[in-house]
């Protein structure tokens, strides 16, 4: 039968991180332009707390409905809507959801607001990066910094202002960030100068910029502003992305978005060449989800905590992966073709079945390597053969739907294809 469902985190009220479930809800369907994404891994960034908390529903104990979180993923594409062209089934992608559901096992993705994941990147790391660098990107350059300014960047080793730290220092900029002592040290490595939260803030950051700061980014919300405003002369050389009070201090509230491909234009060669890189604070499994967002909201972090959602194998197709990977079982890689056929022409005899015909084929990255699935026709149950490198080796009579096989392929690192 055909997976229709999907688990995801929600709420049903407003609060702490005690109101959070995982659920399971219908698989969701990609409209015009859209894509589905089996997500591998999610980023948990504040603006999912301050939903959570209610603070965007003043007077409200509960949202009308019970409502997701998350905002950027990092998967593989499972599903394409109409009119989509420029990706494919199989396809390791990152970006931004088209609703704040990305703490699940699948979501929707606008086709023009992904980009392809590169290879060197884990999707741990790809999914700590869409928000944290598009904000970063954004709010620079509507302050307009340019090189030999100086930029104050509270918050200086949260996901926003790592960022921020490191594409100003890329461009030229001089950076003071406010950090917690724990995180000094590292901030000096990005090319930052470090100053401590709390009272005469502002003689410190005068001490490391006696030539004056030019703009500031508050990515704190810890109550800066009047600080930040006095610090760098005008309100109109300060934007806030966390401090709700923007408006009463004459400071911007940045919001929106730009294209992520448009940011990652500029920000992949940084990637590329190491000078842009985000630590991960902690990695959770979506089940502990609620444990991710109590240390996210505990603050006094060093980049970004990720949610991860791995495939899941029924009992009978995890005996099935556990006994292939047993000692004194060939690396597949090592399987000299000749023999690899061989072992799969007796596996098929054994099985007493013809493998059906192939019905179509996806590419995809199975544990950094390119490789490409054949899908059967039918549901099952076929012969499953593991390929890679020009070997193979048959797993066994695998009874499950596409879906259930290609997850298993990928949790192998493998390529999955009918018996030729």
């Not at 469902?5 to 698989?27: C, K, M, S």
Request: hydrophobic share 45%; net charge negative.
């Amino acid at each position: 039968m055909t997976v229709t469902i999907a688990r995801r985190l929600q709420y049903a009220a407003f609060g702490g991180p005690e109101v959070l479930d995982v659920v399971e809800v219908p698989l969701p369907e990609p409209g015009p332009g859209q894509v589905r994404v089996r997500i591998h891994a999610a980023g948990a960034n504040g603006l999912d707390s301050k939903m959570r908390r209610g603070l965007f529903a003043p007077g409200q104990e509960a949202p009308v409905e019970p409502q997701p979180l998350g905002l950027e993923v990092a998967g593989v594409i499972d599903a394409v809507g109409p009119g989509v062209t420029q990706w494919k089934l199989g396809q390791p992608v990152l970006g931004r959801t088209a609703q704040p559901d990305a703490v699940a096992t699948h979501t929707l993705a606008s086709a023009d607001d992904i980009v392809a994941k590169p290879a060197f990147l884990t999707f741990e790391q790809a999914a700590a990066l869409p928000v944290a660098a598009e904000t970063a990107y954004r709010t620079l350059r509507e302050l307009g910094l340019r090189s030999g300014q100086t930029l104050l960047v509270h918050a200086a080793a949260g996901g926003v202002g790592l960022m921020a730290v490191q594409l100003a220092h890329a461009w030229g900029a001089t950076v003071i960030g406010t950090a917690g002592e724990a995180n000094h040290a590292y901030l000096r490595e990005l090319g930052a100068t470090p100053v401590t939260y709390g009272d005469g803030l502002a003689d410190r950051v005068r001490a490391a910029a006696p030539q004056g700061v030019d703009a500031v980014l508050d990515a704190s919300g810890r109550g800066v502003l009047p600080l930040s405003v006095e610090l760098a002369g005008s309100p109109d050389n300060v934007i806030t992305i966390a401090d709700l009070d923007a408006a009463r201090h004459g400071v911007r509230f940045s919001q929106g978005s730009l294209p992520l491909p448009q940011v990652w234009a500029d920000v992949l060669p940084l990637i590329e060449d190491g000078r842009l890189r985000m630590p991960i604070e902690a990695v959770f499994p979506l089940e502990e989800a609620a444990d991710a967002y109590r240390r996210l909201d505990g603050g006094h972090l060093r980049g970004k905590i990720v949610i991860t959602a791995a495939p899941t194998l029924d009992p009978a197709l995890r005996a099935v992966l556990d006994a292939a990977n047993q000692p004194g079982v060939p690396p597949l890689n090592e399987l000299p073709v000749p023999v690899a056929r061989e072992a799969s022409e007796q596996m098929v005899a054994a099985l007493a079945g013809e493998p059906a015909a192939v019905a179509r084929m996806e590419e995809a990255v199975a544990d950094g390597v390119p490789v490409r699935l054949y899908w059967p026709e039918g549901e099952g149950p076929h012969p499953v053969l593991i390929w890679i490198h020009g070997g193979g080796w048959v797993l066994g009579n695998v009874a499950g739907t596409d879906v259930t096989a290609r997850d298993l392929s990928r949790l192998a690192g493998c390529l999955v294809v009918s018996v030729d």
